[in-house]
């Protein structure tokens, strides 16, 4: 007589939207249109262009080859490495460029937020930042808008950082002036007690010479609620959700010691890659530990909505027109610098959906 052992329950319904055989994918964005738009860091991969827009079954350099090669002699008006794509819904696409190929410092004059016009498919906007915003440490991650704000908007940006402060990046779009927020401060660094684990193994730097040391990465998963008035973040390397006013994050008379008082806590979300919000004002975050992505609700509560095998790091998130929620699936954590050197990433890297009735939170 055979014995059936009880296994893991897996749950949450994906559709496959493209598969990735080439460079490894992180970000993601649907348009209003929907429109799909990745991008393509230069973490090590042939990365033939940094910005690509799915059309069919087909990756095409966006808006064009030519901005996708970086030309050293204009470094504001080419991608260099970009690690995040937002359409922001109401027709226009913001590329955010680290100019930090493979996590080395910054390409000075290169690291900017640059705003393309998806009906000219033309660059509109380049915002670039002076030395007191980018640091020699700094890695531009993701960014979220609230054009309710100011005469033209404002943009908020995580630091990244694995060297240095982490930190919440102010932009105000009339003016492009730019400022740090949060910078070095407990919720925007990483978790000093946290042992990241994925697949069962401690996540770790594992360096082909054979040293180690521990996976730090400050400020990443960024979300904005409905009303634009609160600002959700998180480091990489943690467990911990936390928000902050975003009057109080643009107000530059508030220093920087008494804004830290004003950052609020929400408890363990999972530790997570991206987030996004809804409509409805629900916070979906990743748990890449757990191959699984939570909602938070207003009132606080937690709900894991998926638990899928297939989720291998589930980083980038965005809400399309269609009311599903879309993430690339990426295997960072199979890098060959988690692993001696060795890269045990399979292809393909996925962009998968599912439905969760609710449309992404307006901007505007």
């Known amino acids: 007589m055979k014995f059936m052992l009880p296994m893991e329950k897996y749950f949450g319904k994906f559709e496959l939207v493209y598969s990735f055989y080439g460079a490894m994918p992180t970000g993601v964005t649907?348009?209003?249109?929907?429109?799909?738009?990745?991008?393509?860091?230069?973490?090590?991969?042939?990365?033939?262009?940094?910005?690509?827009?799915?059309?069919?079954?087909?990756?095409?350099?966006?808006?064009?080859?030519?901005?996708?090669?970086?030309?050293?002699?204009?470094?504001?008006?080419?991608?260099?490495?970009?690690?995040?794509?937002?359409?922001?819904?109401r027709g226009t696409l913001w590329v955010l460029d680290t100019a930090a190929p493979n996590f080395s410092e910054p390409i000075k004059g290169g690291a900017k937020l640059v705003a393309v016009d998806l009906k000219t498919n033309t660059i509109r906007n380049v915002y670039t930042f002076t030395e007191e915003v980018i640091l020699p440490t700094t890695y531009l991650n993701d960014v979220r808008f609230d054009f309710r704000v100011g005469k033209a908007g404002y943009a908020y940006i995580t630091d990244s950082s694995s060297k240095g402060p982490g930190a919440i990046i102010v932009v105000d779009l009339e003016t492009g002036?730019?400022?740090?927020?949060?910078?070095?401060?407990?919720?925007t660094s990483p978790d000093p007690y946290f042992l990241p684990k994925v697949e069962g193994k401690i996540?770790?730097?594992?360096?082909?010479?054979?040293?180690?040391?521990?996976?730090?990465?400050?400020?990443?998963?960024?979300?904005?609620?409905?009303?634009?008035?609160?600002?959700?973040?998180?480091?990489?390397t943690s467990r911990h959700l936390f928000s902050i006013s975003t009057e109080a994050l643009r107000d530059r008379m508030i220093p920087e010691k008494d804004l830290l008082s004003r950052v609020g806590y929400w408890g363990e979300k999972g530790a997570s890659d991206g987030m996004i919000t809804g409509a409805k004002g629900n916070v979906y975050a990743g748990d890449y530990e757990n191959n699984s992505i939570r909602k938070i609700m207003p009132n606080g509560k937690m709900e894991t909505i998926a638990h899928d095998p297939r989720l291998l790091w589930p980083d980038t998130f965005s809400i399309g027109p269609d009311q599903y929620l879309y993430v690339i699936v990426n295997q960072l954590h199979r890098q060959a610098r988690f692993h001696y050197g060795r890269d045990l990433r399979e292809k393909p890297y996925s962009l998968l959906r599912m439905n969760i009735d609710e449309l992404p939170a307006p901007a505007f």
């Open 203 to 236: 996540l770790m730097n594992r360096n082909k010479d054979g040293s180690i040391s521990p996976f730090r990465l400050a400020s990443d998963g960024i979300a904005i609620s409905v009303d634009g008035k609160t600002l959700f973040f998180c480091p990489l």
């Open 30 to 89: 649907v348009s209003e249109t929907g429109r799909i738009f990745v991008c393509f860091p230069k973490w090590g991969d042939d990365v033939k262009f940094t910005v690509a827009e799915i059309a069919g079954d087909q990756l095409h350099p966006y808006p064009n080859l030519e901005t996708n090669l970086a030309n050293p002699a204009n470094v504001a008006m080419s991608f260099i490495s970009v690690q995040s794509v937002v359409a922001d819904g």
């Open 177 to 187: 002036n730019a400022f740090r927020r949060l910078s070095g401060t407990p919720p």
